[in-house]
């Protein structure tokens, strides 16, 4: 009924970056009520582990009894379920799976891969998915790649495997796709200047799973084989690869048009419109 206007209680234990502009352009575009209960987006891994017990705790005996709860995979929704007030046990729990940790690529300098800690991780996306009525994920990837790994994840373990829960899991999953609003990042252009040479743009994370290593490689070669060009350098920075980009910078100190995080979306449109080349590196993209 596209009529019926819904009171949705949305969780998110991670409330930054791509996933928080996800829940509030999903707040401000619905014909829903979404009441919003989060957690500032640090430490993930804490996140998953305890989220669900922070996030419960701002449930009010005043609040609003919603029609529908949503919340994201950065969770342990067993747990979250389990902690819910008895008045809200039997309402349905929808999870949207930004990314998924059986088929992220971790870090290999991870202390939790080194010591064999990560499929910890996996697990809990694994029994949130069992326990949610519905699964959502934000793309084909996404999904096919969490439930094709499912198998072998689960085969991994001694005995009681559950692998009939694999397509249960199945059956209750589909594709819904980012809402994006692009007229933003159109009404932002200027006036197209054709550059006098190329400029190439970095705008991920600078994180391992985006592949900045090979990013800079590239252009350090391109640089090598004397190939006359500007950068952009963009992305939220990160403590680890900081001093690769610093040395970037060092060695095409003349070719920086922009380095580092864009304070503004007026910075980051105007950067955008500017570059001509976008290298796609990334190990992964969900």
Same mark, same amino acid.
């Given at each position: 009924?596209?009529?019926?206007?819904?009171?949705?209680?949305?969780?998110?234990?991670?409330?930054?970056?791509?996933?928080?502009?996800?829940?509030?352009?999903?707040?401000?575009?619905?014909?829903?009520?979404?009441?919003?209960?989060?957690?500032?987006?640090?430490?993930?891994?804490?996140?998953?582990?305890?989220?669900?017990?922070?996030?419960?705790?701002?449930?009010?005996?005043?609040?609003?009894?919603?029609?529908?709860?949503?919340?994201?995979?950065?969770?342990?929704?067993?747990?979250?379920?389990?902690?819910?007030?008895?008045?809200?046990?039997?309402?349905?729990?929808?999870?949207?799976?930004?990314?998924?940790?059986?088929?992220?690529?971790?870090?290999?300098?991870?202390?939790?891969?080194?010591?064999?800690?990560?499929?910890?991780?996996?697990?809990?996306?694994?029994?949130?998915?069992?326990?949610?009525?519905?699964?959502?994920?934000?793309?084909?990837?996404?999904?096919?790649?969490?439930?094709?790994?499912?198998?072998?994840?689960?085969?991994?373990?001694?005995? =009681?495997?559950?692998?009939?829960?694999?397509?249960?899991?199945?059956?209750?999953?589909?594709?819904?796709?980012?809402?994006? =609003?692009?007229?933003?990042?159109?009404?932002?252009?200027?006036?197209?200047?054709?550059?006098?040479?190329?400029?190439?743009?970095?705008?991920?994370?600078?994180?391992?799973?985006?592949?900045?290593?090979?990013?800079?490689?590239?252009?350090?070669?391109?640089?090598?084989?004397?190939?006359?060009?500007?950068?952009?350098?963009?992305?939220?920075?990160?403590?680890?690869?900081?001093?690769?980009?610093?040395? %970037?910078?060092?060695?095409?100190?003349?070719?920086?048009?922009?380095?580092?995080?864009?304070?503004?979306?007026?910075?980051?449109?105007? %950067? %955008?419109?500017?570059?001509?080349?976008?290298?796609?590196?990334?190990?992964?993209?969900?």
């Amino acid at each position: 009924n596209l009529t019926y206007n819904m009171h949705i209680a949305a969780f998110e234990t991670f409330y930054t970056g791509s996933h928080k502009a996800w829940l509030d352009t999903y707040k401000d575009s619905s014909q829903h009520h979404i009441e919003l209960y989060t957690l500032r987006g640090k430490y993930w891994k804490w996140r998953m582990h305890s989220g669900a017990i922070s996030l419960t705790k701002k449930i009010k005996p005043s609040s609003k009894k919603p029609d529908l709860i949503l919340t994201t995979d950065m969770i342990d929704l067993a747990l979250f379920k389990s902690l819910l007030p008895k008045s809200w046990s039997n309402i349905p729990v929808v999870l949207y799976f930004h990314e998924n940790q059986l088929s992220y690529p971790w870090n290999e300098n991870d202390p939790d891969l080194i010591n064999k800690r990560e499929r910890h991780y996996g697990f809990m996306n694994y029994t949130s998915a069992l326990v949610a009525d519905h699964c959502l994920f934000n793309s084909y990837y996404n999904m096919n790649s969490f439930l094709k790994e499912l198998r072998p994840f689960l085969k991994a373990y001694p005995d =009681e495997k559950n692998l009939d829960t694999i397509e249960i899991i199945r059956d209750k999953s589909e594709v819904l796709h980012l809402g994006l =609003e692009l007229n933003k990042l159109k009404s932002k252009k200027t006036e197209s200047i054709k550059n006098k040479k190329p400029v190439f743009l970095w705008n991920h994370r600078w994180e391992h799973d985006k592949n900045y290593l090979g990013f800079i490689e590239l252009m350090i070669k391109l640089n090598e084989g004397w190939l006359d060009f500007e950068l952009i350098i963009l992305g939220k920075e990160f403590k680890e690869a900081k001093p690769y980009f610093n040395r %970037l910078r060092d060695i095409l100190k003349d070719k920086i048009i922009h380095f580092g995080y864009a304070d503004s979306l007026d910075t980051y449109c105007q %950067l %955008l419109h500017k570059a001509d080349i976008l290298p796609v590196t990334s190990n992964q993209d969900f």
